[in-house]
T-cell receptor
Framework: EADIYQTPRYLVIGTGKKITLECSQT?????MYWYQQDPGMELHLIHY???????EKGDLSSESTVSRIRTEHFPLTLESARPSHTSQYLC??????????????FGSGTRLTVV | GNSVTQMEGPVTLSEEAFLTINCTYT??????LFWYVQYPGEGLQLLLK?????DKGSNKGFEATYRKETTSFHLEKGSVQVSDSAVYFC??????????FGKGTRLSVIA
């Protein structure tokens, strides 16, 4: 049973549009993460947050931005979508005191296609 | 820095064959190790874990043993099924930094 929710599951939009991918979790986890997954399957960390009002850029440079105003909500925004943004986006969360024992919980992902 | 190297795929096996997916790591200190599985169209699910040397994680017939001497955490299953077709990720947790994932190995099991 998913405790972390991503919407929408699938999205097709035109170039230049602004979009927000939603991620919410009901577990009270302080840590949240966004990954971009390329067709070759590799995961690239693009943003993460260790709590409210805390955001960091990940290993992969991304034109997206994130915000963390509430513990349970970690939306990702693309101001102007381009075909190069076509990818699967995965959100995850973890309890800071339990990450090393229990890892992350992942959402089901949003598959974004920019045409 | 920390890193995870897992065997490249794709791996194609017949049903009931033995599976091994190799994973080795580089880390300072004493990391925790994980295997995640991603079924088509889904996010990642934790398959098994081990938090200290010589621990064996197991779930759904899959096993992996944390070998500190060889810095390895190979995934094994004695008899794979078609339903095991998925992408498998090895991952490492150490300190307060984000998890480090391998590049993933795609497994296809044919009947």
């Amino acid at each position: 049973e998913a405790d972390i929710y991503q919407t929408p599951r699938y999205l097709v939009i035109g170039t230049g549009k602004k979009i927000t991918l939603e991620c919410s979790q009901t577990m009270g986890h302080d840590k949240m993460y966004w990954y971009q997954q390329d067709p070759g399957m590799e995961l690239h960390l693009i943003h993460y947050s260790y709590g409210v009002n805390s955001t960091e850029k990940g290993d992969l440079s991304s034109e997206s931005t994130v915000s963390r105003i509430r513990t349970e909500h970690f939306p990702l925004t693309l101001e102007s979508a381009r075909p190069s943004h076509t990818s699967q986006y995965l959100c995850a969360s973890s309890d800071p005191s339990r990450t090393n024992n229990y890892g992350y919980t992942f959402g089901s992902g949003t598959r974004l296609t920019v045409v | 820095g920390n890193s995870v190297t897992q065997m490249e795929g794709p791996v194609t096996l017949s049903e009931e064959a033995f599976l091994t997916i190799n994973c080795t790591y580089t880390a300072t200190g004493y990391p925790s190790l994980f295997w995640y599985v991603q079924y088509p169209g889904e996010g990642l699910q934790l398959l098994l874990k081990a938090t200290k040397a010589d621990d064996k994680g197991s779930n759904k017939g899959f096993e992996a043993t944390y070998r500190k001497e060889t810095t390895s955490f190979h995934l094994e299953k004695g008899s794979v099924q078609v339903s095991d077709s998925a992408v498998y990720f090895c991952a490492l947790a150490s300190g307060n930094t984000p998890l480090v994932f391998g590049k993933g190995t795609r497994l296809s099991v044919i009947a």
